[in-house]
């Protein structure tokens, strides 16, 4: 078992309409939990940090975390086609930003106009 | 500012060489990352420096791969004897100290012929 899973993809999603992610990690030691997105050819860049249960927003994106399942996902509000990218999971055992991250491999979403 | 910087941007060589790949942190910041990235995947970890020293290289594959960080700023990777299965992207990361972002340099894309 990886220890950071997500879908692969391609996650099609209509221009407008809202996309969501999930990732499942396995080390229950996890307390930091991150979104990146990576467009092609291009390195990761953050775009929502979460380390409590509950809800995060940050404009059009939503962090949900369950630590009791070990899962956390991704949502995108009125996708645009500028929003089609590879969205990386990635996981830190410590309760902050720094340190080690363990990435999944990405979730390819496309939004079509 | 600055982001973080990598060079080369590619580098082709053949196998059983010896290549050096340079990470111009940004300004100021104490914790620096290497991480590799092959087609399709997340990026994995390789090592991680908290100013001079490497706090954890737990993520080096094996002893070809050595990486220093002599002032505390710039870091080289340095790989020995390359291999076919070397060849991915090597991505730098640095934050201002270890429980901060971490912020990704554009990348060094490696190809062992």
């Known amino acids: 078992q990886k220890e950071v899973e997500q879908n692969s993809g391609p996650l099609s999603v209509p221009e407008g309409a809202i996309a969501s992610l999930n990732c499942t990690y396995s080390?229950?030691?996890?307390?930091?939990f991150f979104w990146y997105r990576q467009y092609s050819g291009k390195s990761p860049e953050l775009i929502m940090s979460?380390?409590?249960?509950g809800d995060k927003e940050d404009g059009r994106f939503t962090a949900q975390l369950n630590k009791a399942s070990q899962y956390v996902s991704l949502l995108i509000r009125d996708s645009q086609p500028s929003d089609s990218a590879t969205y990386l999971c990635?996981?830190?055992?410590?309760?902050?930003?720094?340190?080690?991250?363990?990435f999944g491999g990405g979730t390819r979403v496309l939004v079509k106009p | 500012g600055a982001g973080v910087s990598q060079t080369p941007s590619n580098k082709v060589t053949e196998k059983g060489k010896y290549v050096e790949l340079r990470c111009d942190p940004i300004s100021g910041h104490t914790a620096l990352y290497w991480y590799r990235q092959s087609l399709g995947q997340g990026p994995e970890f390789l090592i991680y420096f908290q100013g001079t020293g490497a706090a954890d290289d737990s993520g080096l594959p094996n002893d070809r791969f050595f990486a220093v960080r002599p002032e505390g700023s710039v870091s080289t990777l340095k790989i020995q004897r390359t291999e076919r299965g070397d060849s991915a992207v090597y991505l730098c990361a640095s934050s201002l100290d270890h429980a901060d972002t971490q912020y990704f340099g554009p990348g060094t894309r490696l190809t062992v012929l």
């Open positions: 990635a996981v830190n055992p410590f309760k902050a930003a720094g340190n080690k991250l363990t």
């Open positions: 979460i380390y409590s249960n």
């Open positions: 080390d229950r030691g996890s307390q930091s």
